[in-house]
């Protein structure tokens, strides 16, 4: 069994030379129920301030919160440690963590928007509890942010005074997202950021965030461009890029686009009357229905649609949505399926809220009937005791079966159902995908096993 990791305040990594791991499942500690992988290529151990590392006794069996422990010649208090996945891994479970009886803001400050993930240490180094569920090579991180970029960034700018250019140079240098990355090099999917306002007010939102909470970690577009502005920037990549080529409104550094969509709709029809390469794809929260039919009308042939969860109450307490509900996102996948986009469910995953029972088989029957092409399975970016206040008491309920469990059901629900992590280009869409015949999530009557295999 894989041993306890902790980290002292200056961040220091150190593995327990008694102490063996547990993992975290909604509010349970546990022993890890299933094999941890080795920590893969573009993951980072984090630290979780305040948080007192939680790992098991060898001798009894039982948990032990480790309060105090000996570094050298040094008594620390030590915090726990996580894991944060490279894009294509889903967590299956979370770091195991206690917050002191008293805590204090400025002790144990709320964590920044990261998909904090159970680590340890085995016996060849560093482990995560994770899923590899995406095995594209093309968003590897080996591929991003190399020493040729900046110099690409600058020309791009020079030769063009369009505005998206100039927040898409910060998104690709500051916040090293790849997808604007790839606006500069030309390749794969580019991104064109649409909105500055959204109409849901996530609580993980990752570009604007209430007092009290961590900084948001990207900046919003601050003036939404015209649909001309767009139109070039979707241009110029679908003509000249290589790769699975596609452009994508919403981004991590904008609000909604559908918010904006007469102009999207206007700039996706400049594209379309000069090129039919490529593919147009969007990213939203799915609240406005009739909207979306008219981007797919226009040419949008691809769009992902996110939610937390299949239950009403917990989707509107994480995302407190204005003028919309969850009803209005599932009438929003049946349009774009109906007009012939490929659709793709965003779904934000959290072991031990996600995975519950009943949660799993309202997921089951929201793929079955809507007939959704892929899964995109994200692990949701969110201190998990800000998300566990929100999703306590609320949504379908039962024990947590682990996200393995879940991704296995979502395939069984709806038979060819791609579950990856990144949106496909239009030659990777294959066959669509068949509905079930009875959307199970298991078999009645046989309780789903933690560890079992998707
Ligand atoms: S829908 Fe997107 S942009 Fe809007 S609040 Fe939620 S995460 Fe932020």
Request: hydrophobic share 40%; with cysteine.
């Amino acid at each position: 069994m894989p041993r306890l990791l902790f980290a002292d305040d200056r961040g220091r990594v150190y593995d327990h030379p008694d102490l063996l791991a547990a993992v975290r499942s909604g509010d349970d500690l546990l022993p890890p129920p299933e094999r941890a992988v080795p920590l893969p290529e573009g993951a980072t151990l984090t630290m979780l301030p305040g948080r007192r590392p939680v790992g098991i006794d060898p001798a009894g069996g039982g948990l032990s919160v480790l309060r105090e422990v000996r570094v050298g010649r040094r008594t620390i208090v030590p915090h726990a440690v996580g894991a944060t996945l490279p894009p294509g891994w889903t967590r299956t479970f979370l770091p195991a963590a206690a917050r002191p009886p008293l805590a204090t803001v400025a002790a144990t400050p709320i964590l920044p928007q990261w998909a904090y993930t159970a680590a340890a240490f085995g016996p060849a180094g560093p482990v995560a509890w994770a899923l590899h569920t995406d095995r594209r090579g093309h968003w590897n991180p080996r591929a991003h942010s190399t020493p040729a970029l900046p110099g690409l960034v600058r020309a791009t700018l020079a030769a063009n005074g369009n505005p998206i250019y100039r927040q898409l140079a910060r998104c690709a240098l500051e916040w090293r997202c790849f997808t604007a990355q790839n606006t500069f090099t030309l390749r794969d999917e580019g991104a064109i950021p649409s909105s500055s306002g959204c109409n849901a007010a996530c609580i993980g939102c990752l570009s604007d965030q209430e007092e009290g909470m961590p900084p948001a970690s990207h900046e919003r577009i601050r003036r939404a461009p015209s649909a001309e502005e767009m139109a070039e920037v979707a241009l110029r990549h679908l003509e000249r890029a290589k790769g699975r080529v596609m452009v994508s409104f919403g981004q991590g550094c904008e609000g909604e686009p559908l918010t904006r969509a007469r102009e999207i709709e206007r700039a996706i029809r400049l594209v379309r009357a000069r090129t039919s390469r490529g593919s147009i794809h969007a990213n939203t929260n799915g609240s406005l229905p009739e909207a979306l039919g008219r981007l797919v009308d226009a040419g949008l042939d691809s769009v992902r649609i996110s939610t937390n969860s299949a239950s009403p109450d917990l989707y509107a307490a994480y995302y407190r949505p204005s003028g919309y509900g969850l009803a209005d996102v599932v009438r929003a996948i049946g349009v774009a399926k109906e007009r012939g986009a490929y659709v793709a469910l965003n779904l934000l995953t959290f072991p031990g809220a996600t995975d519950r029972e009943g949660e799993v088989e309202r997921l089951c029957d929201l793929v079955a009937r809507t007939r959704v092409d892929q899964v995109q399975t994200r692990p949701l970016a969110i201190d998990p005791d800000v998300y566990l206040e929100v999703a306590r008491g609320r949504g379908a309920g039962g024990p947590a079966l682990g996200i393995r469990a879940l991704v296995a059901a979502l395939k069984a629900a709806r038979p060819g159902l791609v579950v990856g992590n990144f949106s496909r280009a239009r030659a990777e869409r294959g066959r669509p995908a068949r509905a079930a015949r009875r959307p199970a999530p298991r078999e009645p009557g046989r309780p789903a096993r933690r560890g079992e295999a998707g």
